[in-house]
């Protein structure tokens, strides 16, 4: 799925039935290529919901067990959210150097997390090309032939 | 959701915009796009001919409808777009992900399948730069070989093609130097080239930020990964190096600029105001900028000349063979055309 079909969805706790926040922004980790967590809006403090204290991602809302799922980010969430980790809208640049347009949305395996495609300005590439996100932007690398469906 | 076949019943959907799509308008327009993308057409028309202008706004708007109905199975096509529009379309870099060919049922009889649109269709990452030297390739001898035969050395990107991709060093400053993890750690400032050889050592470095000030680091061609339009990429921040550690030979460095280009029959033919370097193959130094003097009129003109491999390079003068006059070129398309048919006589020469 894509993630702009995610965003703004109520972030619903299991145990009380009640809306805790509103997925916001995705962190993916370059390194395995796939979303960690996701910053979620309005719910005070803690802000940040950890991929595998997602219980459910359906059409209506994102579900967790409870409350304490949305929490402060630890490891290597806390990690990526120190650096430049907002993949979306940034700059995709290619190994060698050129750039291939801005990233519009990510499009992810809602099991696993895993970004599938990455979706820019200039085209689609595959995730499993990800290399980095950093303060300037995010790196594929080049590939040869480009993706046509 | 996959799209399903048997509840798609509206072949086409055809909208005009008929005002300038920007802010003002977009939240109508947007509606109207909702619409149609609601009832799941195969084809959806957005007739553009009597819209003005498209802003940034709007370009978003259109990417995403094309994004939506792509993504259900339909296409989007862009009908009556105007050189203007056009422009704002390429300007944006949109123009290769939207479709603006002729409409799809009305040409599909005489229309070869390879025309009809696929949906979005990546761009190339070197599309521009591959059109600009797929054009002055064709200036090329096409029984000449390569300009870079790929044998030994390290080949920055896309090692499979042995292409020949000329810049002036001038164009490489102010590009940022990125890591694989997306940080941009410097920027170019100077190209730093061995006059003995020819070939370039690396680049001096400036900071990014404002609080950086002046790198003192510089970087190392065989530390760099790849050249590109937009950036000099490295493997990581390590791939810098203070200047003591830079191994230059004392007479290597040497600045070119400002040096008399000089046929071995000794006549001056300009002033170097810039080196071309090959960063498609091993960073030679291929030819020189200058400007020129009256052997070259009209003088005062910029031109670019090639190297003569083995002939002298010092920071006063370059020499270069006679018949590299008639190798002159006034862009840089010219010089790649000009520089195969120079390399092919010159190692018929020898």
């Known amino acids: 799925m894509l993630f702009i079909d995610m965003r703004s969805r109520p972030v619903v706790a299991t145990s ?32 940040v919901v950890h991929w595998p204290d997602i219980a459910g991602i359906g059409p209506d809302a994102v579900t967790v067990a409870s409350a304490d799922a949305v929490r402060d980010a630890e ?32 499009r992810f395996e809602p099991t696993t997390g895993a ?22 932007a995010a790196v594929v690398r080049a590939e040869d032939a480009p993706v046509q469906t | 959701m996959p799209p399903s076949s048997q509840t798609r019943t509206t072949p086409l959907v055809e909208i005009r915009v008929s005002e300038p799509l920007d802010a003002r308008t977009a939240v109508d ?18 007739d553009l001919a009597e819209c003005e202008y498209v802003d940034a706004t709007g370009v978003i708007l259109l990417v995403d409808t094309h994004r939506r109905v792509w993504q259900d199975g339909g296409r989007m096509t862009l009908r009556g777009l105007s050189p203007r529009l056009r422009r704002i379309l390429e300007i944006a870099r949109v123009d290769r992900v939207l479709h603006t060919g002729p409409l799809l049922a009305e040409t599909a009889a005489n229309r070869p399948d390879s025309e009809v649109d696929h949906g979005m269709v990546v761009v190339d990452p070197a599309d521009r730069g591959a059109r600009r030297i797929a054009h002055s390739r064709h200036g090329r001898d096409p029984g000449s070989p390569p300009a870079r035969p790929g044998t030994g050395g390290r080949r920055p990107a896309r090692a499979e093609e042995p292409m020949t991709r000329i810049v002036c060093a001038r164009d490489l400053a102010g590009r940022p130097v990125v890591t694989f993890d997306g940080d941009d750690i410097a920027q170019i400032k100077d190209v730093v080239y061995a006059a003995t050889n020819g070939s370039v050592i690396g680049f001096t470095l400036a900071g990014r930020k404002l609080l950086s000030g002046p790198k003192p680091q510089m970087l190392r061609w065989k530390d760099v990964h790849a050249v590109g339009r937009h950036a000099v990429m490295v493997t990581d921040t390590e791939r810098l190096i203070g200047p003591s550690d830079f191994d230059t030979d004392p007479a290597g460095g ?10 071995v029959g000794g006549t001056a033919l300009g002033t170097v105001t810039d080196v071309l370097v090959d960063i498609g193959g091993d960073a030679d130094v291929v030819g020189f900028e200058i ?18 491999s083995g002939s002298g390079v010092s920071g006063e003068a370059i020499v270069v063979s006679d ?23 010159e190692s018929g020469v020898s």
């Open chain 1, 115 to 136: 970004v599938t495609e990455v979706i820019t300005t200039g085209g689609r590439v595959e995730g499993h090309r990800l290399m980095g996100c950093g303060s300037y």
């Open chain 1, 16 to 47: 009380s039935a009640t809306t805790l926040a509103r997925v916001g922004d995705v962190v993916v980790d370059p390194r395995s290529r796939s979303i960690v967590a996701l910053r979620v809006q309005g719910s005070g403090s803690d802000d």
């Open chain 2, 323 to 345: 018949t590299s006059t008639g190798f002159v070129t006034s862009d840089l398309a010219g010089f790649v055309a000009s520089l195969s048919s120079w390399r092919s006589r």
């Open chain 2, 254 to 263: 040497a600045d070119v600029l400002g040096d008399t280009v000089l046929t």
């Open chain 2, 29 to 46: 327009v947007s509606g109207l796009l909702e619409d149609a993308v609601a009832q799941r057409p195969m084809q959806l028309i957005v």
């Open chain 1, 75 to 106: 490891g290597r969430v806390a990690d990526l959210l120190s650096g430049s980790y907002g993949i979306l809208g940034k700059r995709l640049l290619a190994d060698n150097g050129d750039e291939l347009g801005r990233v519009m949305d990510i």
């Open chain 2, 291 to 308: 400007v020129t003097t009256d052997a070259l009129p009209p003088a005062g003109r910029r031109a670019l000349i090639p190297r003569t």
